[in-house]
């Protein structure tokens, strides 16, 4: 579906256009999460996690997608000393029924030029009260950038004004159980069941409730368009975009903030020695590479997390594990499954996953096995050996809370640099102005 309203092109589809892939592409870092997302929707299309009947691929600019790759390119003219005029937009993923998971990735061209400096922000003991919002783009292109993200909110106000009560299309048994059950929950939880409650005063007209609706869950949000959009006023809507903390998040913290840190796949630092020494570790200890493959699996990780995880989205990530083998070689209970070698039972010892969007996530080792190297392996198997499900451009991420000092250090000692902070936010689609 193609919009034309007000000079902007509004794109919703259920796929990725190559031409979109491409030219996220060549946004990166910043476009990351959006475009492995995008990637991810595009080469597991029917995996019950890449697409869903209610999946959304939103595109907004006053340009084509087709123009903006051109100019990105080199391809058009330019205005100003020959350089390429600088087209803007943006750009988003949105599955509503993913509930309580992650529904939505955003991101803008603006990203490209925030300024960020890792010495300053939460937990740095910097102040940061305005370094997050500052961009090196003069302010009316940041304003356009705002326009297209803001587009983008008014789309998915459609889209959940539209999402039915029962889903259908999810799959079979349990699982899609599960998954309506969530959907129930989440209708109320984003207030989408009911029009928002009015309040009247003596010398006022009726105005939106404080349980406003509907609500979307949005991930890897960067801190620009939080300051720009969310904690500033918008000037074509005259107020704030409103926005909530997830649920997860404990009442006594207003908000949690993660670092995006990065790596090159063909960078990553496992020397050989360690590597040495991991297998004799692994060796001694009955240690044995593996995947997270079984509901058993499943129900160990979600035990150590605060984070939902549901068990279907588990089972079918990308996953790197370390089991201790236990059983002489014999099935467990569940089975060996997903054509693994038998004598592959035991606990987990350690593993991690490559979420929908690339990131390194649920990285965990248990308590009697840190110390001893399994996390950075860990870590550096599962991009490099899952990256090429998404793409081939070599990048690696993962979102570190700012106060998760053992991650941070993981993280840097296989190489990885701080690109810039995100957070999850709830955001209120009816602050964000007419649906689209």
């Not at 620009?224 to 000037?235: D, E, G, M, W």
Request: proline share 6%; hydrophobic share 35%.
């Amino acid at each position: 579906m193609t919009i034309t309203k007000e000079g902007l092109h509004l794109l919703d589809t259920p796929l990725p256009s190559s031409s979109l892939l491409t030219l996220l592409s060549q946004h990166l870092p910043h476009s990351l999460p959006v475009l492995r997302r995008l990637q991810y929707a595009a080469n597991f299309p029917d995996n019950g996690l890449g697409t869903t009947p209610y999946s959304h691929v939103l595109y907004a600019s006053r340009f084509s997608v087709e123009e903006c790759l051109a100019t990105r390119e080199g391809k058009a003219d330019g205005k100003g000393e020959g350089k390429p005029e600088r087209k803007h937009f943006a750009a988003a993923f949105v599955d509503l029924s993913r509930f309580p998971e992650t529904q939505v990735w955003v991101y803008s061209s603006l990203e490209d030029y925030g300024v960020f400096d890792p010495e300053a922000g939460p937990g740095t003991g910097v102040s940061s009260a305005d370094v997050f919002g500052s961009h090196s783009l003069p302010e009316e292109e940041a304003r356009e950038c705002d326009g297209y993200l803001l587009a983008l909110l008014r789309r998915m106000k459609t889209i959940a004004q539209q999402m039915p009560v029962h889903l259908e299309g999810l799959g079979e048994g349990a699982m899609a159980e599960t998954r309506q059950k969530n959907w129930m929950g989440a209708r109320e939880y984003l207030c989408m069941n009911t029009p928002s409650p009015s309040i009247t005063t003596s010398d006022s007209e009726p105005r939106p409730g404080p349980e406003q609706g509907p609500k979307v869950m949005i991930g890897s949000l960067a801190e620009i368009h939080r300051h720009r959009l969310f904690l500033s006023p918008n000037p074509t809507l005259g107020h704030t975009v409103k926005m909530h903390k997830t649920a997860n998040i404990p009442d006594d913290i207003d908000w949690e903030v993660c670092q995006k840190w990065l790596f090159r796949t063909e960078s990553l630092v496992f020397s050989p020695e360690k590597e040495a020494l991991l297998e004799k570790t692994m060796a001694e200890e009955g240690l044995v590479w593996d995947s997270v493959r079984t509901p058993k699996d499943v129900r160990l990780v979600q035990s150590r997390t605060a984070i939902k995880r549901q068990e279907d989205t588990l089972l079918g990530l990308p996953s790197v594990a370390i089991r201790k083998i236990t059983g002489g070689g014999e099935r467990g209970e569940e089975g060996i499954g997903h054509g693994e070698e038998k004598g592959k039972e035991g606990e987990m010892v350690a593993w991690g996953f490559m979420a929908l969007d690339g990131t390194l996530m649920t990285l965990h080792v248990e308590d009697q096995y840190r110390g001893k190297g399994l996390a950075k392996a860990v870590a550096c198997k599962v991009m490099t050996d899952h990256i090429r499900d998404y793409g081939n451009d070599g990048w690696g991420a993962a979102d570190v809370f700012v106060d998760n000092v053992r991650s941070q250090g993981v993280c840097k000692s296989i190489g990885g640099r701080v690109g810039w902070l995100l957070s999850w936010a709830v955001v209120d689609l009816a602050t964000v102005g007419n649906a689209l």
